[in-house]
């Protein structure tokens, strides 16, 4: 079975604000990956059914998530998100962001 990438990185040469500077040339580790997606101001990185399981180690609180489902950029990672974690709050959260698209 071939392993899912965890998340899709738009390939480049990023300097992040509270980071530092990140070469996104060559596939990097998979902890650098989820730093990079729970960064607010590194908008090019999505995540992909393979990430859902590094951001469950993560134990992120349900306002982490929250901040995720509204950086999300498209239906599926929303949804992707919800595996993570899911409660009513959430869900509410992810129905509106979903609405917020344009299908």
Same mark, same amino acid.
Request: aromatic share 6%; glycine share 4%.
């Given at each position: ?50 990430? =859902? &399981? !590094? #951001?469950?180690?993560? *134990? ?10 509204? +950086? ?5 990672? =929303? &949804? !992707? #998100?919800?595996?993570? *974690? ?10 509106? +962001? ?6």
């Amino acid at each position: 079975m071939e392993k899912l990438a965890p998340f899709k990185i738009r390939p480049g040469i990023y300097n992040i604000p509270n980071y530092g500077r990140v070469v996104a040339t060559k596939p990097l580790e998979n902890n650098v990956m989820v730093k990079l997606y729970r960064n607010r101001a590194f908008p090019f990185i999505e995540l992909q059914e393979g990430g =859902v &399981d !590094l #951001l469950k180690k993560e *134990k992120l609180k349900e306002n982490e998530v929250a901040g995720l489902i509204i +950086k999300s950029q498209n239906a599926k990672e =929303v &949804d !992707l #998100l919800l595996q993570v *974690k899911s409660n009513k709050t959430l869900q509410s959260i992810a129905e509106t +962001k979903k609405s917020s698209f344009l299908d």
